[in-house]
């Protein structure tokens, strides 16, 4: 049940020898449990984490712009939006952080999709073309080839799934409230979207080789 009293979700219960039930009702057992873990992430790890961040380094905006700019994951002219969007929520303005980063985190995968040669709209009956919303986005298989299968799943429970807390859709859809914001979920979707921005960052330094001045040192 919704907060307003609407039924949102129902369990599903295993039926034998129904593969279908028995595998949906294995994926909302699973779902339940990954949002107690998140939760108890968020109070146990990226509270603590964040605090320390701001309190050994507190970045400023144009480090995030440093961050995010030449990102894959970042499409051009959207730097800016993913700087401000990710320094709120180091400072702990998650109301203005998910407000910004939802949206720019959806189409983002869309444009990792196009940018593999998917096609990423839609043409209904008189020729008009919207592009997909984020239910089609992680249903294409391909998705999981560019980001990992554990990454979509993990989208899927955080910000589409009925059984999970579906924040793309209530963001969206104004329906979260301003405490709703700061619950540990919703800091949890944004520490998410912070890890797939640094990702890419993560594996540039990696796979940049040695200079023979660093082995030398060594």
């Not at 020898?17 to 294995?26: F, I, P, S, T, V």
């Not at 180091?90 to 196009?114: C, K, T, Y």
């Not at 979920?185 to 080789?209: G, H, M, N, S």
């Amino acid at each position: 049940m919704g907060d307003d009293g609407r039924v949102i979700s129902r369990r599903s219960t295993a039926a034998p020898g129904d593969k279908d039930d028995d595998e949906q009702a294995l994926w909302e057992r699973v779902v339940e449990l990954v949002i107690h873990r998140k939760q108890m992430e968020v109070h146990a790890l990226i509270m603590p984490a964040l605090n320390q961040i701001m309190f050994e380094h507190n970045p400023t905006l144009r480090d995030l712009r440093d961050l995010v700019v030449h990102n894959p994951f970042v499409p051009q002219g959207r730097e800016e939006l993913f700087a401000k969007g990710l320094i709120a929520g180091l400072r702990g303005d998650f109301l203005e952080a998910l407000s910004i980063l939802v949206p720019q985190m959806e189409n983002s995968l869309r444009h990792l999709l196009e940018q593999s040669g998917l096609e990423i709209s839609t043409q209904d009956s008189r020729g008009f073309q919207d592009v997909i919303l984020l239910g089609s986005i992680l249903g294409k298989e391909q998705l999981g080839e560019i980001l990992w299968p554990d990454i979509v799943k993990e989208l899927k429970v955080l910000f589409d799934d009925r059984q999970g807390p579906r924040l793309r859709h209530y963001i969206a859809h104004g329906l979260m409230n301003h405490d709703d914001f700061y619950g540990p979920l919703a800091i949890y979707a944004w520490w998410f979207i912070f890890y797939l921005c640094i990702c890419p960052v993560q594996k540039r330094f990696k796979d940049e080789p040695e200079s023979s001045e660093d082995v030398g040192n060594d």
